[in-house]
């Protein structure tokens, strides 16, 4: 089955940009959904489609996906953005959604 | 407001039975696929069970297949995981989540429960 990658952490400084990968083999080919977790809180879809915002996340969240690679951006990054992030692809193959192991974002 | 509200969770033993549910208010159920997703004490999620709006496409992680079964009720605005069989690993908070497209299940996940907690435990 399909695998997605996921860094453990990032951390970044306040009003930096934070960076968060997700890998699989071809994975440009597919659409990319991504996920914010607070801690004890239910997920939160804030990029779908590789690149799209849902109505009401800040412009400040931004996807890309390209070859073996989708990222998620959070540019200014602000102390409420640290969480749990999680990306997330429909492999056709198996019929099956995939989930990212998830990337813990520190807000130093 | 859409609103899935999950119940049903609890402490059962290992292959014991559960029947979760999912009330869904503020949008017009009957046209939306739905998911199941779990998510077990400190780790990531874990999609479950895939259904669409008429019920007629269903899906299942090979983790629950056999053992797991999704269904939905449209004119009560319901949606259910009946699991049986659990074991130790099946552990963790469920979360039914809509899909953001009505016309597709190869969609993002834009609305989610809070969750409710099953124990399998002796």
């Known amino acids: 089955s399909y695998v997605v990658t996921q860094p453990p952490s990032v951390s970044v400084a306040p009003g930096q940009t934070a960076r968060i990968t997700c890998g699989g083999n071809n994975i440009g080919s597919k659409s990319v959904h991504w996920y914010q977790q607070k801690s004890g809180q239910a997920p939160v879809l804030v990029v779908y489609d590789d690149s799209d915002r849902p109505s009401g996340i800040p412009e400040r969240f931004s996807g890309s996906n390209s070859g073996n690679t989708a990222t998620l951006t959070i540019n200014r990054v602000e102390a409420g953005d640290e969480a749990d992030y999680y990306c997330?692809?429909?492999?056709?193959?198996?019929?099956?959604?995939?989930f990212g192991g998830g990337t813990k974002l520190t807000v130093l | 407001e859409v609103q899935l509200v999950e119940s049903g969770g609890g402490l059962v033993k290992p292959g014991g039975s559960l029947r979760l549910s999912c009330a869904a208010s503020?949008?017009?159920?009957?046209?939306?696929?739905m998911n199941w997703v779990r998510q077990a004490p400190g780790k990531g999620l874990e999609w479950v069970s895939s259904i669409s709006s008429s019920s007629s496409y269903i899906y299942f992680a090979d983790s629950v297949k056999g053992r797991f079964t999704i269904s939905r009720d449209n004119a009560k605005n319901l949606l259910f995981l009946q699991m049986n069989s659990l074991r130790a690993e099946d552990t963790a908070v469920y979360y039914c989540a809509r899909f953001l497209s009505r016309t597709t299940m190869v969609s993002s996940f834009d609305y989610w429960g809070q969750g409710t907690l099953v124990t399998v435990s002796s």
């Open positions: 503020g949008f017009m159920f009957s046209s939306y696929n």
């Open positions: 997330q692809v429909w492999d056709s193959s198996s019929e099956h959604w995939v």
